[in-house]
């Protein structure tokens, strides 16, 4: 017998052979308990004296493995205060999981945004959708106990899932899955019995794709986290303290450093991961991860498409590409435009960006009030988009890596949806004509950030991009390399008011307009006129999914001819080099952009 990860299954053997004793005699007998015992030794053989490898319980679980990564955030557990600790690397290295689970697909195809089911095996055995649509009342596989690393935390049950829900719906919160999820959504979780919770919704507000926002396939999933353990062990400790039901538990968490794993035997999905530990380490340097994969001091390594495939042929590795490609360019941050806001207090969103920026004179912000200034505005952001040179970027920079695009919506120029009117020309000439038209013949200086924690592509993009604008049309840059994370609470108050990188990797009719519409939480520097708010926002509740991809094409049309998205380049999906000590790995694909699935390595 054999387990299905690897390594024999004794005990199983043991008993099947003895159920067949009986039936024989009792020379047979004797040489039947020599053969087991003989296959008992074998399996549990370290092989030779040579080997490093761990020797395998019977289990299954056996081996070690190293994943190198760009970015490693601290882990504070806390939903409303976590970022994408909990929803990234939680919830792809199997530490925590989502109350539904997304179909397998894998990449490049794009995942699911419908049609999950409780074969999947996220926490739910099964849910219903009232007559109504105000309400979703999900039942609890029951027995899928807490990781016991940190303490005896019993088993998962209703007050953990609302608890979790409730916290990362708070006004207040930042956590990334949760700002992908509409106000409508966001009534609140009620505990129903201690296995059965209701899901509030507002009459009118549901959403066809609620499987995928509160699925593990979308954009940092929201994970369910211990309700007792943050009552008693305290806000600090949680931090400090992380318990999941996933096929790992996390034996050390050390932001921008490390996080230990190791397998979870019985698993409560019947799955046992075949490696017992898994490291993934902090890399933030491209060369140190490349040069840590060819010395194999780690086995998976992030890698950025003008190196990996060098690296691969030296050392017998592969790729494997997970998410979806994006659009990489310049949010153009501090044009607030609409006020209106359901979930913020008062009903108004507060705008400091905006009047900063009116107040510094800030050439790429319009002041509504005042038609002329709008104008001039629009100009310098039209004139910064004809200077940058795409062709150029992606055939030298990238090395051929990417491909142009001009929609923020992504939507690429062969794409039958997509219209010659976003085309942006490189027309250097016409751009220095429209920054003296705006009333900037000399250019201007201005503060750009360009997150230090982005890939390498897009870090090199975004400052070729700023030479450009240099030489064409003085504009002189102080580049701020303050790491995402730290400077992304200023996309939820509203006082980011400079150009800066990002890019989002939308799905085809996606309510993409939740980033670009007044709200309580994270936005990407600025807002549309009410009248196009509401028609995004219509996709959140919009059957139809022609219809959905219809209106992001009419609000590309006004994202054009505004120019509020400086395009780049699309960006590929992240790439991972995968080592030779490598057998098999079949992550799942998903909008995160992280390594996910360690159940499913194995090793030579």
């Known amino acids: 017998l054999h387990h299905q990860y690897g390594g024999f299954n004794t005990i199983a053997l043991v ?9 024989l005699n009792w020379h047979r007998m004797v040489l039947l308990i020599l053969i087991v015992a003989s296959i008992s030794l074998i399996a549990c053989s370290g092989g030779d004296e040579d080997s490093t490898s761990v020797e395998a319980p019977t289990s299954g679980s056996a081996g070690s493995i190293v994943i190198a990564i760009a970015e490693l955030p601290p882990l504070i557990q806390e939903p409303k205060r976590d970022i994408n600790a909990l929803g990234g690397i939680g919830k792809d290295f199997s530490i925590y999981e989502t109350i539904v689970r997304a179909p397998f697909v894998a990449p490049p195809a794009p995942p699911p945004q419908q049609g999950y089911n409780a074969a999947d ?3 739910a055995e099964s849910w219903e959708i009232s007559p109504d649509m105000t309400s979703i009342t999900f039942k609890l596989r029951p027995n899928i106990p807490w990781h016991d690393n940190f303490g005896d935390w019993g088993t998962v049950n209703a007050e953990d899932v609302a608890f979790t829900f409730n916290s990362a719906f708070d006004p207040e ?20 019995d201690p296995m059965t919770v209701k899901m509030n919704i507002e009459a009118g507000g549901f959403d066809p794709t609620w499987v995928w926002l509160l699925g593990n396939a979308g954009f940092n999933g929201i994970v369910i986290v211990n309700k007792d353990a943050f009552d008693q062990l305290g ?6 303290s992380p318990i999941g039901t996933g096929k790992y538990k996390a034996l050390e968490w050390v932001g921008d450093d ?16 075949s490696v017992k530990s898994v490291k993934i380490v902090s890399m933030p340097e491209q060369a140190t991860r490349d040069a840590a994969l060819r010395s194999a001091e780690v086995d998976i390594a992030q890698l950025d498409a003008q190196t990996i495939q060098a690296t691969l042929d030296a050392i017998g590795g592969r790729v494997q590409e997970i998410g979806i490609a994006r659009p990489q360019g310049f949010q153009m941050a501090g044009n607030y435009w609409s006020v209106d806001c359901a979930d913020c207090e008062g009903g108004e969103m507060p705008r400091p960006g905006l009047f900063e920026a009116i107040e510094k004179g800030y050439p790429w912000v319009g002041d509504p009030s005042d038609p002329t200034a709008m104008e001039n505005a629009r100009k310098v952001r039209v004139a910064m988009a004809m200077t940058v040179d795409q062709k150029s970027i992606v055939e030298f920079t990238l090395k051929g890596f990417g491909r142009p695009i001009y929609a923020w919506q992504n939507i690429l120029p062969d794409d039958p949806l997509h219209k010659d009117e976003w085309i ?22 201005y503060e750009v950030w360009i997150p230090s924690t982005f890939g390498p592509g897009t870090r090199a993009a975004a400052e070729a991009s700023v030479a450009m604008w240099r030489q064409e049309l003085g504009m002189n840059a102080t580049i701020d390399k303050t790491e995402y994370g730290a400077r992304r609470p200023q996309t939820v108050d509203k006082t ?30 600025f807002t549309m006129p009410d009248a196009l708010c509401e028609l995004g926002m219509s996709n959140a509740t919009e ?20 120019m509020l998205f400086i395009p780049m380049f699309q960006a590929p999906a992240l790439l991972f080099g995968v080592g030779p000590r490598i057998d098999k790995w079949d992550p799942y694909n998903s909008q995160d952009v992280l390594p996910n699935s360690p159940e499913s390595i194995t090793l030579k």
């Open 258 to 273: 490390r996080v230990v794993l190791e397998a979870v035997e019985n698993h409560w999905t019947g799955i046992t991961p």
């Open 121 to 123: 095996l996220g926490l």
């Open 235 to 240: 806000e600090a400790e949680f931090a400090k």
């Open 15 to 23: 008993r099947e052979m003895i159920l067949r004793l009986r039936y």
């Open 173 to 192: 919160s930042v956590n990334n899955g949760a700002e992908e999820i509409g106000p409508e959504l966001k009534l609140g979780f009620d505990v129903v």
């Open 496 to 525: 980011i008011n400079v150009p800066f990188t990002h890019g989002i990797n939308w799905i085809p009719g996606a309510t993409s307009a939740r980033y670009i519409c007044p709200n309580a939480g994270h936005i990407v520097g």
């Open 543 to 562: 059957l139809s999914l022609d219809k959905r991809i219809a209106n992001n094409a009419e609000i590309q049309d006004f994202l054009s001819e505004q």
């Open 424 to 445: 942006i020309p490189h027309d250097p000439e016409g751009a220095r004509k429209l920054m003296a038209e705006a009333g900037y013949p000399d250019g201007f200086d």
